[in-house]
């Protein structure tokens, strides 16, 4: 995999990719406004060059967005709804004028109505949006979750239905998250555990539309449904959980990003990082990078059509 981490944008887009270059990513994850807002300010062209210039010089190969938390696509009708799709919208046209391939989305929460109830919002919200973003390619990566309250998404089948009932199919995509995946009851610890499951979500969704990997140990045990991340290695998935993950042949050019806790410094990043490479293979370690501060960051991260950085003209 194209091993990287969630990046901290605080400064500008182009400042996270200077933070992912500077612990040895390969790839990284990026929010486009706050995470914890509904709505940020267009980027001007300046930053959209300052930051098309910064990922053509790196060694970053792909780079992708999450969208920000507050946004519910599967609430029944209320302002907060109207407003999640409105903020989703805004999102879309951010990434675009990036040039980003896709952004991860949390299926959403149907807060009581029912599952099913849910979905038929999701689907319904994610239709609308779309039409509004027509003349977009960003597509949207449904993440799969661990389950917490009246989230949706901790079975596969919950995604593949919206797949299936959308009427935009070509702009939909899957993320998945490995400790979400053990958190929902998912045994991904062993390779017969982790191809049973990605062989369920290809007949659900086709495995071409599987686009990007979170790669998260779970301090919560199988079937938990309570979301904890934990440093690789020290959860309930253990590092040589990770091993057949990061060896699986048929991800070897998606990028699977880190969404650990941090500090400052990013040394978590290093490290996890280097523990990922070295399940990879002796052959696909790279130089040991010490992390440097560029400037603040966010204490722990926030939460792929194949896409490469942009190619000299």
Not at 115 to 129: F, K, P, R, S, W
Not at 198 to 220: Q, R, V, Y
């Amino acid at each position: 995999m194209k091993l990287g981490a969630h990046m901290s944008t605080s400064g500008g887009l182009y400042k996270a990719v200077q933070r992912g270059q500077s612990v040895g990513c390969d790839s990284i994850q990026v929010f486009v406004k706050s995470n914890m807002q509904w709505f940020g300010k267009t980027p001007l062209p300046s930053d959209v060059a300052k930051f098309a210039a910064e990922w053509k010089s790196s060694g970053i190969q792909q780079v992708f967005a999450h969208t920000g938390y507050l946004i519910n696509i599967a609430a029944p009708e209320s302002p907060n709804r109207e407003t999640s799709l409105k903020s989703l919208i805004q999102e879309i046209e951010f990434a675009t004028a990036y040039g980003l391939p896709f952004m991860v989305l949390h299926p959403g929460a149907h807060l009581g109505s029912g599952e099913a109830a849910g979905i038929a919002q999701a689907v319904a919200g994610l239709d609308e949006v779309f039409e509004a973003t027509s003349s977009s390619p960003v597509r949207i990566a449904l993440e799969n979750t661990a389950g917490q309250g009246s989230c949706l998404g901790y079975k596969l089948e919950h995604l593949g239905e919206i797949f299936s009932r959308s009427k935009y199919p070509e702009r939909l995509g899957i993320c998945l998250d490995t400790a979400h995946f053990l958190a929902a009851g998912y045994d991904i610890r062993t390779e017969p555990g982790w191809d049973k499951a990605i062989k369920t979500i290809a007949g659900l969704a086709g495995i071409k539309n599987l686009l990007a990997f979170h790669l998260n140990d779970s301090k919560t045990d199988l079937g938990s449904r309570v979301d904890r991340h934990a440093h690789i290695g020290e959860g309930m998935i253990g590092k040589e959980g990770f091993r057949h993950i990061v060896q699986d042949p048929r991800f070897l050019n998606h990028p699977g990003c880190l969404e650990t806790p941090k500090s400052e410094d990013l040394h978590e990043d290093v490290e996890n990082l280097e523990v990922l490479r070295n399940l990879c293979g002796s052959a696909l370690v790279k130089p040991k990078v010490k992390a440097r501060r560029i400037a603040p960051t966010a204490p722990k991260a926030a939460r792929t059509a194949k896409h490469s950085k942009p190619k000299s003209s």
